[in-house]
């Protein structure tokens, strides 16, 4: 029988944590059958469209719309990841071990052992059951699985302790915030009946696993003029999604720096080798690139918010060092965060049009650094393996790189036009309505790609607080929620790699590489790949 794949799998795992809401949302009975699978759906992709408001809540809703994201966030799910090839390296290295009672240890397996490790296995009697073999110890099997298992063993407990550590240092700040800041914030959550702790703790979850939802019902526009909370969300944004891959290499990069000699070659495989270790991980010019494609795009769009809206009522009354931190953050919560310290439907045609651009190309930088990465002819395999891909040819990187992004494109566009085109047919009653001005065609436009892109923010209606799919009829809303599935398996990797490669067998499997040049380089150049092979993996 086949094996599933890493996308099957990935997808019937969002689809069951989102089915998850009817049995554990909807018996309470205040909210409908399909807005409680909403919700749901919406929570397990990290979308962060809501056709209810989760103020009113019960508690036991709240803390369920609080894990599903953490469950199903990327950093999570590559956490998992990180697991599964530990279980293969140590199925791999138990398979080694065993002495077989008629055989013994193989030849070809001890070649593969490195010394003290050999004369270990070797000591075990070939007619020996066993029961009675000697077990490795933990620094044997260590040595056994190589580089790369120490790699894998020292990135576990530095991306579980980034990804959680974010969110209570994140949340612990803002709940100090909320503890003393000025009145006309904390009254407004006591007015809301709402918990400043559990309040921060939810808001530094939502930014940081993208997802977009909010207790308060205005989303952040009651505190676009709180500086501390906006630059501490935006950090929180970046660092959870856009930015995850830099700051995680940076990390890793720091801790070799300081960390003690036996640490240092873990980590200096994982600088070296980061495709073969971890599907976020980056060798240090794609990590650039990602950076800077990164700065300019959240830079340039704030600034183009705040010249766009400058004259706009709607932040008619903020200073400009706040207006500039409120649009710094809203282009942020546009990459993927979902939410908004404006009301989106009063700000300026051109803005919506911007932040819809924003969205759409929120995943680009990163889903093309794991191709472009992935496939280079001078890295080591990946362990996400993608279908069908141009190949790499590094004279022409730039025709390699528009490739990629016009296949990407042109994917989801298709995807992005059909859902709009069943929302017109499903809500055209509501289209052609004189009456309602909010449901037309370019709200729908923004809607299904906020969807398909697991943003979040919405033009709203006048009528409710929530997002415009709200509005939806039922079968508009299981479209949206249609979109929100789909988007959310952009860029990820068909299945993974699970050959494992212990001490020794690097070099009898895999064909020497040459190491990179500027040749092989040519989006970084010369100067780069000379750093490189001084010593500064950064």
């Known amino acids: 029988m086949r094996r599933p794949g890493f996308l099957a799998l990935h997808g019937a795992y969002i689809v069951v944590m989102g089915l998850l809401s009817l049995p554990v949302l909807y018996p309470l009975g205040n909210l409908a059958a399909v807005d409680a699978y909403f919700m749901g759906c919406s929570a397990s992709t990290e979308s962060g469209l809501n056709t209810v408001d989760l103020g009113p809540l019960a508690l036991y809703q709240q803390l369920y719309l609080y894990f599903v994201p953490m469950l199903t966030s990327p950093c999570f799910v590559n956490i998992v990841v990180v697991l599964l090839r530990l279980r293969w390296f140590d199925r791999r290295i138990d398979e080694v071990e065993g002495c077989d009672g008629e055989q013994g240890l193989a030849a070809p397996v001890a070649e593969t052992v490195e010394p003290k490790v050999q004369a270990e296995l070797l000591c075990c009697d ?246 472009a990465a992935a496939d280079a002819p001078y890295r080591e395999r990946s362990v996400g393996i993608f279908a069908s891909e141009p190949r790499y040819d590094e004279s022409r990187a730039g025709a390699y790189l528009t490739r990629l992004m016009r296949q990407q494109l042109s994917c989801d566009l298709w995807w992005i036009f059909l859902g709009i085109f069943l929302l017109a047919v499903t809500e055209g009653r509501n289209v052609a309505d004189v009456n309602e001005p909010a449901i037309k065609i370019f709200p729908i436009f923004f809607e299904v790609v906020s969807a398909y892109c697991n943003v979040g923010i919405s033009l709203g209606h006048p009528s409710v607080s929530s997002s415009l799919s709200t509005k939806f009829s039922v079968t508009g809303k299981l479209v949206i929620c249609a979109m929100m599935i789909r988007g959310r398996h952009r860029g990820m990797p068909y299945r993974l790699d699970r050959a494992v490669v212990l001490s020794g067998e690097r070099e009898r499997e895999e064909p020497k590489v040459e190491p990179p040049t500027a040749r092989h380089m040519p989006l970084l150049g010369a100067a780069l790949v000379e750093t490189s092979q001084s010593g500064n993996h950064w």
């Not at 009063?346 to 759409?360: C, D, E, G, H, K």
Request: net charge positive.
């Open 126 to 371: 070939m007619g020996r059951d066993r029961s009675q073999q000697r077990r490795l110890t933990g620094t044997q099997r260590q040595d056994m699985g190589g580089d790369e298992y120490r790699a894998l063993k020292l990135l576990l407990p530095i991306v579980t302790v980034y990804f959680f550590g974010l969110h209570l240092l994140g949340g612990s700040a803002l709940a100090i915030w909320a503890r003393f800041a000025d009145v006309k914030y904390t009254g407004y959550l006591d007015e809301l009946g709402l918990n400043r702790t559990w309040w921060a703790f939810y808001t530094t979850q939502s930014l940081m696993d993208n997802l977009g939802f909010t207790l308060t019902p205005d989303a952040m526009v009651r505190f676009r003029d709180a500086v501390f909370p906006l630059l501490l969300l935006t950090v929180l944004a970046l660092a959870g999604e856009t930015l995850y891959p830099v700051l995680l290499r940076f990390s890793i990069w720091a801790a070799s720096r300081v960390a003690p000699s036996r640490l240092r070659g873990p980590l200096r495989y994982l600088l070296d080798h980061p495709r073969r270790c971890y599907t976020l991980l980056f060798p240090g010019g794609t990590t650039w690139v990602i950076l800077t494609i990164a700065a300019a795009l959240n830079l340039g769009v704030a600034l183009l918010i705040v010249v766009l809206d400058l004259h706009s009522a709607e932040v008619a009354g903020l200073a400009p060092a706040n207006r500039f931190i409120a649009a710094l953050f809203q282009a942020a919560a546009a990459r993927h965060a979902g939410t908004t310290p404006y009301n989106l439907a009063n700000v300026s045609p051109a803005t919506q049009f911007a932040l819809l651009v924003m969205m759409y190309i929120s995943v680009y930088p990163v889903a093309v650094g794991v191709r």
